[in-house]
């Protein structure tokens, strides 16, 4: 099956530094991929989509300039955490849609931010 | 904005008992699709239901969707300890844009 890798997996960080995470899509080509944020025993909300060559769409409350999203290649996205603080502190997931599955998205494994 | 509700919030059964999920939304769909996780880990997808069916089966997994009720079920059949983990619905109704957004998840957890 498609397969969906993060990067890192997991990371711990002091407040006010920046965290890039990976989102790759390993056998397939993905124009869209999306963010996905998960507190402790909570579900996914999700954050964002990420669109190969123009500019992701937030969902509302999310800040797009803390949350900047990069799209730069059918196989990556990325998403940095600015100048990230305690309560950024959470699991992110990302996920891609596979067409050729007529819809199936696989998801990353995720990571784990802690902001110190 | 969550669209799914799930219940029952969580869900303890003994090994070999089925256990029964069930997931309402809001809007019209063009899919609803059932995903397992384990705790602290990424998501495996299960099924993938589109709006004009009505029943589908995999391995020991059978989820039924009803339209007219904006509801989903997931049963388990035969519980594994293995199955332990939470389970989530998702809907898609974005005119292709392909959005899930997430019912809040039932904990199921399988008694030895």
């Known amino acids: 099956g498609a397969v969906v890798s993060q990067h890192p997996s997991w990371v711990i960080c002091k407040s006010g530094t920046s965290v890039k995470i990976e989102c790759r899509s390993l056998?397939?080509?993905?124009?869209?991929m999306f963010w996905y944020r998960q507190f402790p025993k909570q579900s996914l909300m999700l954050m964002a989509t990420?669109?190969?060559?123009?500019?992701?769409?937030?969902e509302q409350g999310v800040e797009k300039d803390k949350f900047l999203i990069n799209h730069a290649s059918l196989t990556l996205s990325t998403l940095t955490v600015t100048s990230a603080h305690p309560e950024d502190s959470s699991f992110y997931i990302c996920?891609?849609?596979?067409?050729?599955?007529?819809?199936?998205?696989?998801f990353g494994p995720g990571t784990r931010l802690t902001v110190l | 904005s969550q669209q799914g509700e799930e219940d029952p919030q969580a869900l303890s059964i003994q090994e070999g008992e089925n256990a029964t999920m069930n997931c309402s939304y809001k809007?019209?769909?063009?899919?609803l699709q059932w995903y397992r996780q384990n705790s602290g880990r990424g998501l495996v997808h299960l099924i993938l239901i589109r709006s004009n069916e009505r029943e589908k089966h995999s391995g020991r997994l059978r989820v039924t969707l009803d339209t007219s009720k904006k509801s989903s079920s997931l049963l388990i059949t035969a519980s594994r300890a293995a199955d332990t983990a939470s389970y989530f619905c998702a809907t898609d109704a974005s005119q292709g844009a392909q959005k899930l957004v997430f019912g809040q998840g039932t904990r199921l957890t399988i008694n030895p």
């Open positions: 996920s891609a849609p596979a067409r050729s599955r007529g819809g199936e998205q696989f």
């Open positions: 990420s669109n190969e060559g123009s500019k992701a769409t937030y």
């Open positions: 056998d397939f080509q993905a124009t869209t």
């Open positions: 809007t019209s769909i063009n899919n």
